[in-house]
């Protein structure tokens, strides 16, 4: 069975074609940078950390492939993308083997999720993959959950998929599609 990034993955391939503008929120190690870069040519990258974009330059070079890399918060897309977006992935919490003190958080992440939902052409989908086994992250995981759960149904279908018989705290995806 697919796990649950696996599947995010799985989805945004099925609707990214070549020219679609696609979000990565938070590049961290690269690795969703360099698989949205196979699939369009307009990836457009944050993060607000340097490790994490040289870790993604690397992966990136290493993969012959390109995105543009922007070192800011996934708070300001609008102040680099001005195009619909046919989709974006969000992978909260922090950059593993770095500082877990810089983590993703509802404050930034929430307006970042409406701003992009309102780039979002219809038919494009959004997926946030949910970690909220550290500190903090119960209250980004509980305050994502209490929007996306009440976005118009006519407008939006929200998906969850997550294990709910492992031990400790396995992240789960949300996955969103404009329907209208
Ligand atoms: N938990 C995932 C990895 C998440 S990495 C896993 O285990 O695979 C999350 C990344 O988001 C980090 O690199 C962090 O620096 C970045 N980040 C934190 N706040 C951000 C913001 N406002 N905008 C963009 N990226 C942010």
Known sequence: MLRPLELAHHL???????????????????FDTV????????????DVQDLALEMTEKRLAENKRQA??????H??????????????IFNLGYLP???KKVITQAETTL????KMLELLVTGGRIAL????????????????LSVVSTLPQKTYQVMRYGGINQINQPPFLV?????A
């Not at 708070?75 to 974006?88: C, G, H, Q, S, T």
């Not at 996955?175 to 329907?179: P, R, S």
């Open 97 to 99: 083997k770095s500082d």
């Open 12 to 30: 945004l391939a099925e609707i990214i074609v070549k020219d679609d503008v696609v979000v990565d929120a938070t590049m961290g190690q690269g």
């Open 35 to 46: 698989f949205l870069a196979g699939l369009s040519d307009a990836v457009v990258a944050f």
């Open 75 to 88: 708070e300001n897309v609008d102040k680099y993308v001005d195009k619909p977006i046919k989709a974006a």
């Open 129 to 144: 993959m949910i970690y909220y086994g550290h500190e903090g992250g119960h209250e980004e995981r509980d305050a994502v």
């Open 68 to 73: 543009k890399l922007i070192l800011d918060g």
């Open 111 to 114: 307006p970042a999720l409406t």
């Open 175 to 179: 996955m969103i599609e404009k329907l």
